[in-house]
């Protein structure tokens, strides 16, 4: 196969990151393969934000406060939310921009801006980081999203903890493709 595949079939989500994190050199490489995702009249629909340092100590900050929110809190233990940005030496939030288009509709948009994040993350991989790509309730969280700047046209896809692997986690056993492919009409 090629290498490409290769890396591919080899990817995993690691939890164990520790720094460094990647260089502004390799990060503009990894940006470059995030724009190549397919993009249904070039909207472009997705835009990063990279957080590092005391960036991550803020965004902690911020999830503790959206659990504190009185109209809609934030699930989970206030502590962890606010010390998960520090489980990697960088994050990486990818952000899906909303386009009012006649022809592409916005789970489209989602889709270009999510397969973005993954060649971002195969990118890292292929780099020699690792990455883990985290997503519930504070990725959907309006005071999370609000609290990144993000317009009302905007959500987040999903945020990538971004390192080097400290140990990695045990392989996870892949279902056979036999049991999510078919034919289309059966024969």
């Known amino acids: 196969m090629t290498d490409l595949i290769d890396a591919i079939i080899k990817r995993t989500s690691e939890p ?6 990647p260089s502004g050199e390799v990060l503009e490489r990894v940006f470059e393969c995030a724009a190549r ?29 959206a659990a504190d929110n009185d109209e809609n809190p934030l699930p989970g233990k206030k502590e962890k939310l606010k010390n998960s940005p520090l ?3 960088m994050i990486i939030v990818g952000i899906v921009r909303h386009t009012p288009h006649p022809k592409v509709p916005d789970i489209e948009q ?9 060649y971002v993350l195969l990118a890292l991989q292929s780099a020699g980081f690792g990455a883990m790509w985290r997503t519930g309730a504070v990725a959907y969280h309006p005071q999370v999203a609000s609290g990144l700047g993000l317009t009302e046209n905007e959500s987040i896809a999903g945020f990538l903890y971004v390192g080097t692997v400290d140990s990695h986690k045990p392989e996870v056993p892949r279902a056979d493709t036999a049991e999510f492919v078919s034919r289309w009409p059966n024969s």
């Open 87 to 89: 489980r990697a030496p």
């Open 37 to 65: 995702a397919p993009d249904h009249a070039l909207l472009r629909p997705w835009r990063y934000l990279v957080i590092e340092g005391e960036g991550r100590t803020a965004l902690g900050e911020l999830f503790a406060q």
């Open 110 to 118: 989602y889709a270009s801006a999510a397969v973005g994040l993954g």
């Open 16 to 21: 164990r990151l520790i720094a460094p994190a």
